[in-house]
Nanobody, 115 residues
Framework: QVQLVESGGGLVQPGGSLRLACAAS????????MAWYRQPPGKQRELVAT???????NYADSVRGRFTISRDNAKNTVYLQMNNLKNEDTAVYLC?????????WGQGTQVTVSS
């Protein structure tokens, strides 16, 4: 059974930082491209960042330079370091794993940026 479990969300002030983690089980993690998506309240889900099995990263323009995606294949975990957070970063953040036709989602973790 495949599971993606996110953690690390919470309430943070503008300009603050959070580190999200997504622990995967039930998949050959090192072969999967991992991604973080987010869904702001009342809006559509959007891609935040991806990291391939080879370590190549890509970011949405809105987070480039502030967020960093990384992975630890020994721990089957992908991370999202979020710095200089803004109010508009408030969203449910979801972990995604895909390889060819196979795609899996986590349940999400809430990030709220507010003073």
């Amino acid at each position: 059974q495949v599971q993606l479990v996110e953690s690390g969300g919470g309430l943070v002030q503008p300009g603050g930082s959070l580190r999200l983690a997504c622990a995967a089980s039930g998949i050959s993690f090192r072969f999967y491209t991992m991604a973080w998506y987010r869904q702001p309240p009342g809006k559509q889900r959007e891609l935040v960042a991806t990291i391939t099995s080879g370590g190549t990263t890509n970011y949405a323009d809105s987070v480039r330079g502030r967020f960093t995606i990384s992975r630890d294949n020994a721990k089957n975990t992908v991370y999202l370091q979020m710095n200089n957070l803004k109010n508009e970063d408030t969203a449910v953040y979801l972990c995604n794993a895909y390889r060819g036709p196979a795609q899996y989602w986590g349940q999400g973790t809430q990030v709220t940026v507010s003073s």
